[in-house]
């Protein structure tokens, strides 16, 4: 029965990425990738990743949606199509960057499989001793804020970095003008 | 029951694939942020493929349930996840200063309007 | 904004719902699936939410955008004073077995911290980010 | 109090270099006033130099340091660890990063908004951070987690350059960037896969004991490529010259001395440290690719720099041709070109960081950085110009400047390889370097003025003093090589020996 949603929820994701490439309106492309991100949340409660899958259902299809539909209102939500001539490099790259990867995929452990190498060192640690290190049943919540603590800190430095980078670029545009025309006034060849 | 094999990386791979061309070929700033967008969940699928274990559940310690799927690629994801949306954020503020000093968020237009600035 | 009063009155009654669950999700991430990220996000939905339905200037006044500069350093603030404090117990940094006399409870309490700080700087800056963009397209700023 | 205080934070001075900017940078935002933003930057920018420069010291007297994040033992959790080949990389990023901010205040006045500069400020520290997390951790998803905290912030740092072109070359960089890390993340992916660890030892360890296979082989290139992007390695350079271009001054001399430094020496650490030398140099070939690339870049790089009218963007061209000779030094694989590669790090972020410092007092005096910007400087401002001068003869190579140094040890490292034509080559490419730089030279000293000219000033002491203190540096560590060498070498014995 998963397997069946499995195959359904790949083939509509396959699906979506096509059209993508092909559509011109862009508010129909962000309300699709939108689509895209909750089926992907989909798709990770079907592999088990709860906590993903919250995540990739919160923000990839709200968050991430909303402020491209923001920026859509402040820019243009059409792509003109004259730009899009077929090229070939592009597709080239992406072939040899595919094939690369399914190379790869030969030496890889089949899906689902519980002898793989990343089940069988480091991951049944957590499994086995959260329960007595950190006595917090939801393990991925254990390795997240405790074993591996630093890499969250580090992940909520990221969002921070992206809120005082947005502050940087959209705030203060009063400010930002009376700076240009301060500089402008001052010498010649401002801008 | 379907045995997916390599199947399941095989799709994953074609879903990466294309949004990557979707990056690289298409001159509109919005769709190539759409494009690293759809990149960037096909690279989460991949390490969530990889943690699933055959017959697991969900990794939360629960009596009676023996086969937990691996936790530490939900770790590294969610990660993953908070790193996309916060590019996705930068991109698309820089999206629209540039739309507010070209008048334009496709690349070709702002390569001419670059090069006729440089030639004067 | 002057019509949609159904709407209105509908999103007065939800918001409150919207952050209650966040709390849930912000709490209870030990037990199930969630923690302080995603929580972060729906409070951050909700305040969104609130701002599309009552407009910008009113948001702005609930949340003035100082204030959630200010909290978005907190935030991670928090998360490092823990792993700071961890060193003045004689710990790692980070370690939150030394925090209390019971190295369990010092995980429960710090683990319980840091997701308190990680759901401060996202729900803050998700709010920031917004504004900055629905404060972009007027001319006054 | 002081030594109960020491006592008690000594052993933990690797966590403490990253969790003090990062907190200071929090702070700045708190602070709000540009001025006490400066302060607490300055502060601990300078507090990191000396912490990076104890762990130096502790990691030659007493070998690599290790530190367990959480206090949770390998490889259950995150470690730093420091050897000689990070510790020199992290002096350099902190080094840099200190320097740069005393011409800062001065030189962003002419860019940035006044009513920004506390975010700038943090942003500013967030960067560092991200650069020296990359650099300390020895956990190879923890690099993915601080490149990208660096690159965020370097993106929005080159964004606030004062023309439209900032937002265009930001946004290039960003694609690229976010695409160079998703390959890396990729590669760390199938590396986990075949290991089931994370942690750098621990996957040299168990990859070694793996063998070579398929996936294995598409890491290496994945992670070669992400890299390469990041590093801007001839052909994935493009992002490169526009940033550098349109990015604020004193963020050029900042970024160019660090972030592709430390690309660098995350390709050093994945192929040596992972790999290591029998899989990615004998079985994988990883140097028959690598070696034709970097003396492409050496030559591409330097003959594009030639016809530049833009002095930013011929030195930003000029990086790309330096960052030819780094990799070219990873790809020759023995004890000498592995030394100039790793010394060149440290040398050439000295020498850049100082020429775009010249740049930025250009700027500041002259309002503009092109070549007719130079016209007469030589007169008009003494002190800067001889620093471009002594700065680009360091480009070159001439001997008693590290650029000497750096290429010293390349030539001897290829005559090692039995490379003889490689050694010829990086000599003719440095005839590329006098081109470029005698432009500049006789512009500055030779052409007068045109007439009606404003008149011009020296810099200001505060853009004059960092410049020195670098610029003065590629002739002291020119001359004493003991330092930079005895360490780099030693690096390279360590990292070509196996061990780590």
Known sequence: MLDL??????????????????????????????????????????????????????????????????????????????????????????????????????????????????????????????????????????????????????????????????????????????????????????? | MIEWGLYNYWVVIFLMMTGLYVVISRGNLIKKIIGLNIFQVSVIMFYISMGKVKGGTAPILEEGVR??????????????????????????????????????????EIRVIEGEEEST | MTSHVILRVLLKLLIPLIMLFALYVQFHGDFGPGGGFQAGVIFGAGMILYALIFGLDRAREVFPPRLLEVLVATGVLIYGGVGVAAIFFNGNFLEYSVLSHDPVHGQHLGIMLVELGVGLTVASVMTTIFFQFAGRGRTDD | MIHALWAMISDDLPALQIAMPLLAATLCIIVRRRWAAWAVAMFVAWGAVANAAVILHRVLTTGTISYAEGGWPVPWGIELRIDLLNALVLLVVTGVCAIVLLAAPRSLAAEVPEEKHYLFYTVYLLCMTGLAGMTVTGDAFNIFVFLEISSLSAYALISQGSTRRAL???????????????????????????????????????????????????????????????????????????????????????????????????????????????????????????????????????????????????????????????????????????????????????????????????????????????AGLGRRMPLTFAAFVVGGLSLIGVPLTVGFVSKWYLVLGALDAGLWPVALLILLSSLLAVVYVWRVVEVGYFTPPPAGAEAVTEAPFSVLLPMWLLIGGTVVFGVFTSLSVGVASAAARMLIGGAS
């Open chain 4, 168 to 374: 265009t070359s930001a946004f290039q960089y960003l694609v690229m960037g976010t695409i160079g890390g998703t390959f890396i993340l990729l590669g760390i992916g199938m590396l986990y896969m075949t290991t089931g660890t994370l942690n750098i030892v621990d996957l040299g360890n168990r990859l070694a004991e793996v063998g070579p296979n398929r996936t294995v082989l598409v890491a290496l290139a994945f992670i070669t490529v992400g890299a390469g992007i990041k590093l801007a390695l001839f052909p994935l350079h493009i992002w490169l010259p526009n940033a550098y271009t349109y990015a604020p001054a004193v963020v050029t001399a900042f970024i160019a001395a660090t972030a592709t430094k430390v690309a660098y020496y995350v390709l050093v650490r994945f192929v040596y440290s992972i790999f290591r030398v029998d899989l990615a140099f004998e079985v994988h070939r990883l140097d028959a690719v690598l070696l034709p690339i970097a003396i492409a870049a050496m030559f591409a790089g330097s003959l594009v720099a030639i016809y530049q009218d833009d002095i930013k963007r011929m030195l930003a061209y000029s990086s790309v041709a330096q960052i030819g000779y780094m990799v070219l030094g990873l790809s020759l694989a023995n004890e000498h070109g592995l030394t100039g590669g790793l010394v060149h790090v440290f040398n050439h972020a000295l020498m850049k960081c100082g020429l775009f410092l010249v740049l930025a007092a250009v700027l500041l005096r002259t309002g503009s950085t092109r070549i007719e910007a130079f």
């Open chain 1, 5 to 191: 949603v499995h195959l359904v929820l790949f083939t509509f994701l396959a699906v979506i990425a096509v059209a993508v490439i092909r559509l011109k309106d862009l508010f129909a492309a962000v309300m699709l990738m939108g689509i895209f991100s909750f089926l992907s949340a989909c798709l990770f409660t079907v592999m088990d990743a709860v906590d993903v899958a919250f995540t990739e259902a919160s923000v990839g299809a709200g968050i991430s949606t909303i402020l491209m539909l923001a920026t859509l209102a402040l820019t243009d939500s059409e792509e003109h199509p004259e730009h899009n001539r077929f090229k070939l490099l592009p597709l080239l790259a992406v072939v040899f960057t595919g094939g690369a990867l399914l190379y790869a995929t030969f030496d890889m452990p089949l899906y689902g499989d519980p002898s793989a190498p990343i089940h069988q060192y480091v991951a049944p640690h957590y499994l086995e001793f959260t329960g007595a290190d950190i006595g917090v049943p939801n393990i991925v919540t254990a390795v997240l804020a405790s074993y591996r603590g630093y890499d969250t800190w580090g992940e909520t430095t990221v969002i921070l970095t992206a809120g005082v980078g947005v502050l940087l670029l959209l705030g203060g545009h009063a400010v930002v003008e009376r700076f240009r025309r301060r500089r402008s006034a001052g010498d010649e060849d401002g801008e």
């Open chain 2, 67 to 108: 086969v937990y799927s691996n936790p530490l690629p939900h770790v590294l994801m969610l990660t993953a996840i908070v790193v996309g949306v916060a590019t996705s954020a930068v991109a698309l503020a820089l999206v629209v200063r540039i739309k507010e000093a070209y008048g334009t968020i496709e690349e070709d």
